[in-house]
Each structure stands twice: as C-alpha cells, then as structure tokens.
C-alpha cells in the first residue's frame, strides 16, 4: 500500500489536536447544545447531563465515557455475505453519490430524479469495480409521494446491489423502514448484526434535531451503525476559520455520538465529516477548495484521536458540468480522501453541481479517477521479470522497447490503459471532431452499466419485501416530526 | 508546511532501493551507455573508464565518487537578487511550460509557435503568484531561423523576467550563446555563480548523444547546473515495467552526472525524471497516469537518496483540450509534484496535448491548481481568533453564522475564493449560457496578463545583448553536431 493513515498529511500537531479537543469540550459544556427531542433529552437528564428548555450541557466526562463504548471497528454484514466488510479495519467503502433531486446525462439532460434513474446508479455501482459500496438515495424521485418513495429507493438498493449499503432513513419512521427491509433481506432476523449504514447530520450549529435524533435512536436500538456526520459550511454553519470549524464539528459529533452510545452502549458509531467553504459571492458551499481538503485530513485526524471509523471526503464538486473545475476539484477531493485513510465514502462517483445532480457522466469520469488512484495505491511492482535487466541487455544502448519481447509479453498486465483518457493525436482527433472527455464520458457509463450483473435475490424474500412496501404504502403516512 | 518531503509516500522500501541501485550500477558496468562524445569518451577514459568505440562501461566505484562531489544545493542567482534562490533548500521552484512547437488559446486556435507567444508566457509566468521561475523555450517560434531563434527565446525570457530561469540550450553552441547571454545580464562576469539550469535529456535507452553532452560540457565548465533528465516512457524507450524503468533512469541519470563532474567536480547536477507510461493504442505518452504518479513519488526518493536536488513532475497532461481529463491528469501530477517535495517543477503551467501545445487556458487552469495546492501547504491557522469560541458562544445553537461579525471580519482572509471556478446555481448558469471552466479560462490569463509588471532592464545591458544577438545572427551557423 503507497498511501497509508500512518503516512496521510497531519495538519494538527498534537498541541493543535489538543486545542481541538479543549474547544470543543467547552462548547458541549459552556454552549450546550440544543437536542430537539424529548425522550432524548429525559434520557440524557437522567444520565447526568444539565437539561435546560431543548438545552443540554453535555459534560466533557460523560462525553468521553460515551465516546468510550463505541466500537473502533464494526462488522457490515452484506446480503452477499462476500460482501461483509469489517468497517475501520483497514478497507475503504467507496459508494455512489446520494441525495441529488436531479439526474442528468447528455442525452436527456438535467431533470427531476426518478426510480429508473436511482435503478441505474445502484446497478453502475455494483458494477465498477472501484466501487463496493450502495447508497439508497442515488436521486431523488422527486415526482413520487414524499411519504413513501423512500421505501422504493431502498427497494432498489437492496434488489439490484448485493453490496454492503447506506440507508435513505432521513427521519425515525423512514430509519424503522429501512431497518425491517434488511431484516427481511437477511432471512427475517438481524439479531445484533449490523446490515446498514445511517447518516444523520446536526443542524449545525449546535442543534439535533427531531428528525435526526429518532433516526439515530432507530438505529442504535437496533445495533445499526451511525454516521454521525456535522454538515458544515465555514461561513454559513460554522467559523469562516478552519480551527472554529474543527471545534465545532468535534462538539458536534461527539455530542451526536453520546446520543446513541446512551440509546445503547456499543452500537456503532462514525466520525463523519463534511466540511467546506462557502463561496460569499454566491452564498454556496465551494467544494474542493483548500478548506475542504483540510477538513479531511484534519477530519480523519480527529478520528483517530477519538478511536472512531471515519467517514468524509467524496467525489465533491461544485461545478454545474462535467468539465475542467469539477475534474479538478473531484480529483483534489478523492485523492485527498484516499491519502486521508479514510473508512467510508460517501459520494464518491456522480456528484455534480454542490450535489444537486447526479450526473452519469460525472460518475464515469469519478469511477476513471478512482481506478488510478487505486492503482496507485497498490505501489510499484519489483519481482525480477519487473527489473527487465535481462531485456536491456538485450536491447543495449539505442534498443527499441516498443519492439521489445519483454513490452509485448507484459505491457496488457503492467501498463494501465484507460477506457476514458485518450492520448490520440490532435490532428486525428480534432478531424473526427475534437471530442472532449464528457462525451466520452456518455459512452463510457453505459459500457459500465452493459457489464452490470444480476446479483439476483431470492423469490420468497423478493415478495416479501414487496408486500411490506404495500403495506406501508396504504397505511397512513408516520408522523415523523414532534 | 502540510506537505514534507519526510511525509513524502514512498514507493520503494529500503530494499527496493537497494535493488534498484543494484540493477542501475550493473547496467553501467555490464551494458555500458554509448557517449557520441569524443572529448567526453576521451576523458571518462583518462579518468579509468573502460571504453570501446562508442561504449563506455561506467564502473560503479567511479559513479559513486564522481556523485559525491556534486552539491546537494547550490544557489541559482537571479537577475534581481531578491529572486535568488537556493535549490534543494527547501523553496519549490515552478516554472512554465517550454519546448511545444504550437501555441493555442481561444481566440485564434491551434497554431504555430511565436515569438510574441514566447513573450506572453514569459510575462504570465511573471505576474502569477505561485510561479517563481521562468523557462526559455516557453514555446517554440517555429516560422524563425532555427540557427538563431534560440537567441530570441532567451532574450525574451531575460528581458521580460527578472526570475531565476532555466537556459534553452539543446546543443553546446546554444548553451554556450545561453551563458554568454547570461553573464552580459550579471554585469560581464558570473565568475562562478550560478545563474541558469539547462536540461538535458539522455537518448533513452542508454545514449548520451553528442548535443546533449556538449551543452552539458558547456554548462559544467562555467558552473550552471544541469538538469540530467532520462526521457522516459515505458514500453517504448524503457521497460514497461516501472521497477525495470527507475533502475534505467538510475544508470542514465547517475552516469550523466558522472560526465559533468568529470568536466568540473563539484558543478551543480539535478536529478531529473520524466517518467511517463506509453499508449499501446497510439504509441503517444500517457502523462499524469499511475506510472506518471510513481515516477514522480520514486523519482523523488531516489534523488534524496542520492543527495542530489530533484527536478519531476509538472502539470503534465495528454488531452488536447482544458477539458476533465486536461483537469484531472494535472491534479494528479501537480499534487504529486508537491507531495513529493519536489525541487525544480518544469511545464508546471500551460502545457497540453502531450507537450505539443503551450495553451494560455490550460496556463490559466493549472495556476489555479498551483493557488489551491499552495494554500493547501500552508496548513491550517490555530489562533484563538480562528477558534472563534467567542463568537459561537455568542451565536449559540442556530446561530447564523453567514451573519456574523466574525465572518464579516474574517472570510476575506481566510477563505478561499477561486477567480476562476464557480459557484452558481445551474438556472442562472444555464440561462446565462452555460460556460464551461475553458472560456473563464480565457478571461482569467488576460486578466493574469493584465497584472504583469514590466521589471525594466538597465538600458546598457539591453544593448549589449541586442548586440550580442546581432553580432550572433550575422555569423555563420554553428556547427551543433560531431
């Protein structure tokens, strides 16, 4: 491995992590947060914690007792038991993008999401070998009733993917959904094996909201894991300054964590991380700027620090097409995302436009980025066939290579060649009409989605899943707010 | 500083390096490398080196003491001392692009080098912030005397920079007008200061050809430092394999430096590494893939193990247009360029199309890169202002931060705000016609230009070297080759 945690750049010198630390704990102990559910707030009372109004004082040793029993890492057990992943043990989870309310691809342009679209992300998901990770939520089917199209996406995420997955659960009710379909797609009993991801995010700053913590007490009921994950924006969420941030982010998510460690100690629990700039002539997040660079080296940082899996980084960007800016800023994210050590990716392929689209092309051209970064990461080969001493001697000095018995036996195995990236002349290619890389971007992901296969599911459990979707589809919508 | 060279990655294990040594110093003793150099061959033989016809067989002892007499720094003197700078000390120095025959930008396409292109180069290279060096031969005007337009370029780069620079000099006359050229600047006599770089690049596998060797002579003999640079693409002029490749640019580089130590000890050599992979499908460099990233990564490695400054990397790409791949393929390379702690970074700015093209877009695209990646070394502030717990205690839970006198304060300092990616919302990005990165891109170097600060030059210097040029465009044509 070329990259690894031990090596990836430490923006915090320990004083610094210490600050951090101090900081934060002065916010959850001085500053309080406010944690808009009651049963939460009782829980938290009882276990010590100052409640005042929706506000509570989260004192900084109850904080690191909670913080204690959270798990360093976490088996993610995967319909396709292949496919079960120890999360913090050394993997990365790539996923798809995740919560786009448009689809666009070249052919039919920028729309409103829909449940065919969602379809495709899952299947190019489970297809690029970079990826081996699902997320329900691909894009939103806007057009579909806000109350139960949330089962129809997590549908599609367990049909047509046998990968580890998110789940969609953006409130209680939605997290129980999520929860009993994997009950049914694991043979009808969980037991205290973990089968989903959930992430939610504090309304930052300082707040937990109803939505958020009865999501995460679904979840941590259920030994499912928590992303817990302060969506910050410096200037807008947090600080303008990158320290305050951090501080911020800290409070936050150990606050977060506290919360489900007292639902139920040891369930499992991220460090998640989104952090980034705001753009003050836009008042947009600016993704792929040097703050959301440090946010993930410093992220995972912090991570470390506090023993907990990491989630940040992704195939971020802001840019509105698959050009010069969001190759730039998706490359700068994912690379740092991978030198970050990171542990689990959201995001990774089709994020485009602040992630307000999933674009198809974008995804081909995140998937291209990702297999070199993953090639990188596999280092440099030194067997002695790999030295070629013998081949040169052969050639000697003015020896033509191209010619060389040695590059014909080896240059398919050792040489990457990538289906997306051309190196053709600019004469040639210009004559055929100077293609740039998002056309070829349209071919590339509906090669990738020509390779997709069936991961199948079993007919029995396929209609129950269906019938529990029924079900639910003709009861009254849950009320999923206090 | 985010990024050191101790937290470099590093490809090779100690064992691997010692392998790679092993197998360089057996290809010098064993193959040997054809020096098309009488005077050079005459002396490697003086200094105890077998030789037979063209062949030298360069022994291991001899190439190790020869080595240990070059400096692992050395000062490059500027025309303005206050861009004096010491190289391997610790300052990066970027320069533009140099060699491409075309120019291109927007307005008027793809065509020919030109003097006045040269000068626009050169100029951009002045006014951009993270560019600290010049490079002659920004791009080459081809409709020009091939004998003389060398002197136009060098010219160009002197008067219009006040930078350190690297000298054009493919050939030993060339490189000997370059230091003459130069000492006319330094005020008639360098005595043994350093005041430019050349490059030369080995005929790779194996070959030291008479030019590259002459100039080399040249530069040795006055105290420049050379850049020995093995031009390198895997499966064509070395081994497809990388392991094979870095033990070949071990022999070419070390055995180079060996040349020029043998002319002068203790004159200024680089490690250089051009490091690329080749496209079986159109035979052309693949830049900024896996093998590019190691090259760079090992490149780096191995120079510090020899204890000679390193030259790598650049904004290398193979597109032909500021597209994502143009974008993705610099990232990589740019990132690694830094990560690496490289020393001396040619064709960090405007190179596209395989180097074919010097592009003013891609110029404008890859200092922004550069911007990004600089901040991004200069890691995260920690002051108790960017802390900012004041201000939050202040704020509160749901406090809005976008309103805060500690943003007002702060965002534009802190916060980074690109001049060339976006931010805005795709309706009134699409009404307002949907520009993609390469027309901003169009904007942004005239707007670099139009910050450009002529540095002036003493007029009697100026005359002296228009009359050198005269003098030289009057006389016949040197005679480059043996």
């Known amino acids: 491995m070329l990259y690894t945690p031990e090596h990836a750049p430490r923006p915090l010198t320990e004083e610094n992590e210490a600050q951090v630390h101090e900081y934060a704990m002065r916010i959850c102990e001085e500053i309080g947060l406010d944690v808009l559910h009651q049963d939460a707030r009782k829980l938290l009372e009882e276990a010590g914690q100052k409640v005042d109004g929706d506000r509570v004082y989260f004192d900084r040793g109850f904080v690191m007792e909670q913080l204690a029993n959270a798990p360093h890492t976490f088996t993610l057990h995967a319909r396709n038991p ?3 992943v120890e999360v913090g043990g ?3 989870l790539w996923m798809g993008v995740g919560g786009p309310p448009f689809l666009s691809d070249l052919d039919e ?4 999401g829909t449940l065919e679209g969602h379809d495709t ?3 190019l998901t489970q297809a690029a070998s970079p990826l081996n990770c699902a997320q329900a939520g691909a894009c939103e089917p806007t057009k579909m009733d806000v109350n139960t199209r949330h089962l129809d996406m997590e549908y599609s995420t367990l049909r047509w993917s046998d990968l580890p997955y998110t789940t969609y659960g953006t409130s209680g009710p ?4 999520g929860i009993e379909m994997a009950r049914i797609v694991h043979g009808g009993d969980l037991g205290d094996r973990t089968a989903l991801m959930g992430v939610v ?8 909201d109803f939505r958020m913590v009865d999501a995460m007490i679904a979840w941590a009921e259920s030994n499912q894991a928590t992303v817990v994950t302060p969506f910050l924006l410096g200037g807008a969420t947090a600080a303008v300054s990158v320290a305050g941030g951090l501080a911020q982010q800290v409070a936050e ?5 506290a919360i489900a460690q007292t639902i139920r100690p040891g369930a499992p629990c991220l460090y998640g991380s989104f952090f980034q700039a705001t753009d003050m002539r836009s008042g947009a997040p600016a993704l792929g700027t040097p703050e959301s660079i440090f946010g993930v080296f410093a992220g995972a940082q912090l991570a470390r620090r506090y023993g907990l899996p990491f989630r940040g980084g992704g195939g971020l960007c802001s840019s509105n097409a698959v050009d010069a800016q969001a190759a730039a800023e998706s490359s700068f994210m994912l690379w740092a995302t991978m030198l970050a050590g990171t542990d689990v990716v959201l995001h990774a392929a089709g994020w485009l436009e602040g992630g307000l689209t999933a674009s198809l092309e974008k995804f081909a051209l995140d998937v291209e980025l990702l297999e070199q970064l993953q090639i990188q990461q596999e280092g440099i080969g030194f067997s002695e066939e790999e030295f070629a001493f013998d081949a040169l001697k052969e050639l000697g000095p003015g020896g033509l290579w ?11 195995e050792w040489q990457y060649i990538s289906p997306l990236f051309i190196t053709q002349d600019f004469t040639t290619w210009s004559a055929a009409g100077g293609e740039e890389t998002a056309a070829r971007a349209n071919r590339r992901w509906k090669q990738l989605l020509d390779t997709y296969e069936d991961p199948g599911i079993d007919a029995d459990i396929d209609a129950e899943l269906i019938a529990y979707m029924d079900r639910r589809k003709s009861e009254p919508p849950p009320i999923e707010d206090d």
């Open 174 to 177: 939605k997290a129980r959904d």
């Open 90 to 92: 050394g993997t990365t």
């Open 201 to 208: 995010n504090s309304v930052s700053p300082l707040i937990w």
């Open 402 to 412: 191209l010619a060389a018995q040695h590059t014909m036996d080896h240059f398919r």
């Open 82 to 84: 292949q496919n079960t």
């Open 121 to 123: 992300i899952i299947k």
């Open 109 to 112: 342009g920028r729309r409103a």
């Open 253 to 257: 998510a150990l606050s977060g964590v």
